[in-house]
């Protein structure tokens, strides 16, 4: 799939910045699993990429700090026995990772004056509990 990766917006990744790995998958499969290089890493630079503008490398440096090595965000898929499959859960994983880190951070919430009325309610429904709780106390004595 040459071209570019599209992650968010008009912010992409050209295909010659990802680098590919090959290796074989862990788990049962017999006799093919043994033979055939199906695990795809995917390892792409984000510190050192020039297609990340300024702003977005910044942010995605510091929301994925837990998951790079050296500024190099790695991938890997392994869940299907070919490898085309593999590259390509590869690369969806990547533009979700990546598009998760550059995202704006959500709004602040500004709190609200509770209304009246709803303050009013509230406080009639615990008198009204309230009654009901007192008068059960007094028919058993």
Known sequence: MPGN???????????????????RSSGPGGQHVNTSATAAEL?????GSPSLPEPYKRRALE???????????????????SQARNRDAARARLVSVLSDAIAPPPKKRIPR???RAI???????????????????????
């Open 5 to 23: 990766l599209p992650i968010r917006g008009s912010v992409s990744i050209p295909e010659s910045e990802l680098r590919w790995r090959f290796s």
């Open 43 to 47: 390892s792409f630079d984000v510190a």
């Open 63 to 81: 929301r994925l700090a837990g998951r790079l090595s050296d500024g190099v965000l790695t991938i890997r898929a392994e869940e299907y026995r």
């Open 113 to 115: 004056k509770v209304p």
């Open 119 to 141: 303050k009013e309610r509230r406080l009639e429904n615990k008198r009204r509990r309230s009654e009901i709780k007192r008068q059960r106390s007094g028919r058993w004595s």
